[in-house]
């Protein structure tokens, strides 16, 4: 069988197709922005996984991330950006449809 | 707004800090009152109102963060501010009035009952507060204000008596809140980045 007889699925962002990240996404997609320390206490997630997975959104500029102090503590705050929200939106669309493809 | 986005907002209020102070206010009227000092009930919340800030800032945003909501959220969040504002400067004028005037309007046997009134009025803008921040703890806190105020105007108190009877089991449960909060979100030692 060639490759082309393969059933077509709509594509899956394998970066948000990651609970953690996709957690992080979520939550970031109903706020304007949120520090680290939010991040981490509603996401229910561990320092260095959070920082991990929210420094990979931000390379894929899916967060933009903005470092600042507030006094002499350091504050990051992460805000969806608009590539984000489209492939949030993006990756629900084709979910749907993948899922509504199947059986009960 | 979505369900998801209600739940973060929940999240926000649930430290207990704005409980503390509704339960201060509540109990330093009803002090002020106790002692005749009516002019209490109007520098309480004038010096509460613009501490609230800082003391959220200093106290509980290195707990839990720091979250700016939507436009769409923020802009919900003025209009029902700003009518529980009105409601309160409303509720508050009312009381004064009649707790100016109890003496005179007390020709009517009926009226007696005007001593819970001022923790009646003072349960509408809690009720509003828990529409506001989605909490139910507020509509408590109503209702704690509501039977103080029905129980102590049949029982012949005073206002004063009333809003501290209310205000005591208010700072109870805003404390438990308050220091659960405290409890369960250590401030964090730094982002790890």
């Known amino acids: 069988m060639s490759h082309s007889d393969g059933i077509e699925l709509p594509p899956i962002d394998e970066l948000l197709h990651e609970p953690a990240r996709l957690r992080l996404l979520v939550l970031l997609s109903v706020v304007k922005r949120a520090d680290f320390t939010y991040l981490l206490n509603l996401s229910g997630m561990s320092k260095g996984n959070l920082s991990v997975q929210i420094n990979k959104l931000g390379d894929a500029r899916m967060v933009k991330i903005d470092k600042s102090f507030q006094g002499n503590r350091p504050r990051t705050m992460y805000e969806l950006t608009a590539q984000g929200r489209k492939a949030l939106r993006a990756y629900k669309k084709n979910m749907r449809a993948i899922l509504a493809a199947l059986p009960d | ?193």
């Open chain 2, 1 to 193: 707004m979505g369900a998801i986005e209600n739940r973060v907002y929940r999240a926000y209020w649930n430290d207990g800090l704005l409980d503390v102070f509704a339960a201060v206010g509540v109990l330093a009227i009803g002090i002020s009152w106790s002692f005749d000092f009516i002019i209490g009930g109007a520098i309480t919340p004038a010096l509460l109102v613009p501490l609230w800030g800082p003391f959220r800032q200093r106290f509980i945003e290195p707990r839990l963060g720091t979250v700016e909501f939507s436009e769409k959220r923020e802009r919900t969040n003025r209009s029902r501010l700003l009518l529980l504002i009105l409601l309160g400067i409303g509720a508050f004028a009312l009381v004064v009035s009649l707790y100016v005037l109890r003496d005179r309007l007390a020709l009517d046997p009926a009226v007696s009952l005007i001593a819970g009134l001022p923790a009646l009025l003072l349960a509408i803008p809690a009720a509003f507060t828990a529409m506001l921040i989605a909490t139910g703890r507020f509509l408590v806190y109503a209702t704690l204000l509501v039977i103080a105020g029905g129980v102590g105007a049949i029982s012949g108190w005073e206002p004063g008596p009333i809003l501290v009877t209310a205000g005591i089991p208010i700072l109870l449960i805003a404390s438990t809140v308050l220091a659960r909060f405290f409890r369960n979100n250590p401030v964090a030692s730094g982002e790890q980045e």
